[in-house]
């Protein structure tokens, strides 16, 4: 035991645990997490806010934000934890392309730690991440959306399916599509493979950016129309509101 505690401290030493937003160093003795400061200083979704995709609002007039005003969305409700934008942004952006998969289980807690008492309200059966398609998941090495569900579904004691669902097509990045674009980019971009899986479930997708909500929209309408209950969603970060 002493041993494997000493490979443990010489670890961290030479791979110190960092801050997964200012890049700072944890302390050795402390778990994985986000600084203070980083904490103080993050875009959290506060009130009011859209209560259809939880996108924050300029007033506490308006119950929906634009884009849930004029389109219908297959899913019943969402929640994001930050506003995607400056340091929260770049920090994705690294853990989607920088193989920093610990980042996974820290974005993880902040959504159990804010959402816990939705989720279970919810009466969620199931969590299943969005699927990444097969060339660029092999490219990447993992899928960013698995890791954070699979430990959401670790702490609140429900299950994850990462296989009842596969992105059959290899579609482009939203982030560089006009509206209609994003629509027939995601249009049928997944298929349901196991459908006793799903039947009569309540599931929540897990993303980790929700923009238009396109992507969620295209999953939630799959499995819907398969013999889910019904869809929740929950993304790390999303995209503004007016």
Same mark, same amino acid.
Request: hydrophobic share 35%; proline share 4%.
């Given at each position: 035991?002493?041993?494997?505690?000493?490979?443990?401290?010489?670890?961290?030493?030479?791979?110190?645990?960092?801050?997964?937003?200012?890049?700072?160093?944890?302390?050795?003795?402390?778990?994985?997490?986000?600084?203070?400061?980083?904490?103080?200083?993050?875009?959290?979704?506060?009130?009011?806010?859209?209560?259809?995709?939880?996108?924050?609002?300029?007033?506490?007039?308006?119950?929906?934000?634009?884009?849930?005003?004029?389109?219908?969305?297959?899913?019943?409700?969402?929640?994001?934890?930050?506003?995607?934008?400056?340091?929260?942004?770049?920090?994705?952006?690294?853990?989607?392309?920088?193989?920093?998969?610990?980042?996974?289980?820290?974005?993880?807690?902040?959504?159990?730690?804010?959402?816990?008492?939705?989720?279970?309200?919810?009466?969620?059966?199931?969590?299943?991440?969005?699927?990444?398609?097969?060339? *660029?998941?092999?490219?990447?090495?993992?899928?960013?959306? /698995? !890791? %954070?569900?699979?430990? #959401?579904?670790?702490?609140? $004691? =429900?299950?994850?399916?990462?296989?009842?669902?596969?992105?059959?097509?290899?579609?482009?990045?939203?982030?560089?599509?006009?509206?209609?674009?994003?629509?027939?980019?995601? *249009?049928?971009?997944?298929?349901?493979?196991?459908?006793? /899986? !799903? %039947?009569?479930?309540? #599931?929540?997708?897990?993303? $980790? =950016?929700?923009?238009?909500?396109?992507?969620?929209?295209?999953?939630?309408?799959?499995?819907?129309?398969?013999?889910?209950?019904?869809?929740?969603?929950?993304?790390?970060?999303?995209?503004?509101?007016?």
């Amino acid at each position: 035991m002493r041993i494997n505690k000493l490979e443990d401290e010489l670890l961290s030493i030479i791979y110190p645990k960092r801050c997964p937003i200012c890049m700072d160093i944890i302390p050795i003795n402390e778990e994985e997490r986000i600084c203070e400061s980083c904490v103080e200083d993050l875009p959290y979704i506060m009130e009011p806010r859209c209560k259809k995709c939880s996108k924050p609002l300029n007033s506490e007039l308006a119950g929906y934000c634009f884009d849930c005003t004029k389109n219908e969305h297959e899913y019943t409700r969402g929640w994001a934890v930050w506003l995607y934008e400056g340091k929260l942004k770049k920090a994705l952006q690294r853990y989607k392309n920088n193989n920093n998969k610990n980042y996974g289980r820290i974005f993880s807690k902040e959504v159990v730690t804010l959402y816990k008492r939705e989720i279970v309200e919810a009466h969620v059966d199931l969590i299943i991440p969005v699927p990444l398609h097969i060339k *660029k998941q092999r490219k990447r090495g993992y899928n960013q959306a /698995e !890791i %954070i569900a699979a430990n #959401i579904g670790k702490y609140l $004691d =429900i299950p994850c399916n990462t296989n009842c669902v596969l992105r059959t097509l290899n579609t482009k990045p939203q982030k560089n599509l006009s509206d209609k674009e994003r629509i027939n980019n995601v *249009k049928k971009a997944f298929k349901v493979i196991k459908f006793n /899986e !799903i %039947i009569g479930k309540t #599931i929540l997708i897990c993303d $980790d =950016i929700y923009t238009t909500g396109n992507t969620i929209d295209s999953l939630a309408k799959e499995l819907l129309i398969n013999g889910a209950k019904e869809v929740f969603f929950i993304t790390i970060a999303i995209g503004k509101g007016y």
